[in-house]
């Protein structure tokens, strides 16, 4: 009982009762207001916003135990399946991110899965990057119209595409990569900080590499975050990985410390042009920040091989999503019907599960 009243519970409790005050009080207010003919109801708009909280909930579970940040999910999907303009779409994406990380921080910290000298040593280049690209994302959205939109969700597909191919043929090098030699640069900065690896139930005490080059690649992270609004998370994970030799957990965990440092200054190109709408971030940062706090806790203890299986279904069927919607908007295809799209989902999270259970009969 006296843990409710400590640090976490004790915020998570606060906010709980916070939201649901303010549901009561939206779904009364809602309930009374007339509706102009044609305008959406105030039911409706309810049923939206409390939607947004579940969905962002979920989104944040899941985006900090596989370390890519809120946004990474948010972002696509939104952009894939809804016709909310892009701009909006991709500054509430840095929000998101930005929240997911900071919640997760904190667990992070505390269990020591997170190496903050890392953090620190990348967080400048990643600053520096997402505000260029968020400059970037402005200009786009001002001059190309909706042929800068669709080529925005292509250039999205393919990246995440990619992306998820590396991590599907990578296996388990990338959750405990070898490193052979260890530069001089690296080893006098001594960033390496060994950890208790709850699951295998041993300190792992990791070598890294190549410090100086994963500055450069952190950059051009930080530039495609601050443009496409994904909170970069993605691309901040195998860039420790493969570039650093970081193990795949402990980037994740670095991931979430990073995105809540750097996204801070890429949010505020889109909220000096207006991008940022409080009724719509709302229910996604209550939700980030509840859902950021339950995966930070369950990623310290799952094993690294369920967090790679789970990344690779999300971003497959995201980028099945954003090609669809890129072509759509280009006119080259049709809109896809619903029940393609779900049998897309079913087809590639039963594949997902298939690997799961086949990897945890493997591991046990």
Not at 159 to 180: H, N, R, T
Request: contains cysteine; proline residues 4%; glycine residues 14%.
């Amino acid at each position: 009982m006296k843990k409710l009243f400590k640090s976490p519970w004790l915020e998570v409790n606060v906010m709980l009762a916070v939201l649901i005050m303010s549901y009561i009080a939206l779904a009364l207010i809602t309930n009374a207001a007339e509706t102009p003919p044609g305008a959406m109801t105030g039911g409706a708009i309810f049923g939206w916003l409390f939607g947004f909280f579940f969905l962002s909930f979920a989104i944040a579970m899941v985006a900090v135990i596989g370390g890519i940040g809120g946004g990474v999910l948010f972002t696509p999907v939104m952009l894939a399946f809804t016709p909310v303009d892009s701009l909006i779409v991709r500054a509430t994406g840095l929000i998101v991110a930005m929240f997911s990380g900071l919640v997760s921080t904190g667990p992070f910290m505390k269990g020591g899965l997170a190496n903050l000298k890392i953090c620190i040593f990348c967080a400048a280049a990643y600053g520096v990057g997402a505000f260029a690209g968020a400059q970037g994302a402005i200009y786009v959205a001002q001059h190309l119209g909706d042929t800068g939109e669709g080529l925005i969700r292509l250039a999205l597909g393919g990246i995440l595409c990619s992306l998820a191919v590396y991590f599907l043929v990578g296996g388990k090098k990338i959750e405990w990569p070898e490193v052979k030699k260890v530069d001089g640069f690296t080893k006098k900065l001594k960033l390496s900080q060994p950890y208790l690896e709850v699951s295998l139930n041993k300190v792992i005490d990791y070598p890294l590499t190549r410090a100086g080059w994963v500055l450069g690649a952190i950059v051009g992270v930080g530039v495609l975050s601050g443009f496409f609004g994904l909170g970069a998370g993605w691309a901040i994970v195998p860039a420790q990985n493969v570039i650093m030799a970081v193990p795949l957990k402990v980037a994740a965990a670095n991931s979430g410390v990073l995105l809540g440092m750097g996204d801070c200054i890429a949010v505020w190109p889109y909220l000096l042009m207006g991008a940022i709408i409080p009724v719509f971030a709302a229910p996604w940062l209550v939700g980030q920040v509840l859902g950021g706090l339950l995966g930070a806790l369950i990623l310290i203890r799952v094993k690294a091989g369920f967090v790679r299986f789970l990344l690779i279904g999300f971003m497959f069927f995201s980028c099945f999503g954003l090609l669809t919607k890129g072509f759509i908007m280009l006119g080259v295809i049709k809109a896809v019907p619903v029940w393609v799209t779900g049998l897309v989902f079913i087809g590639i999270f039963a594949a997902v599960t298939r690997s799961i259970i086949k990897f945890t009969r493997a591991e046990s």
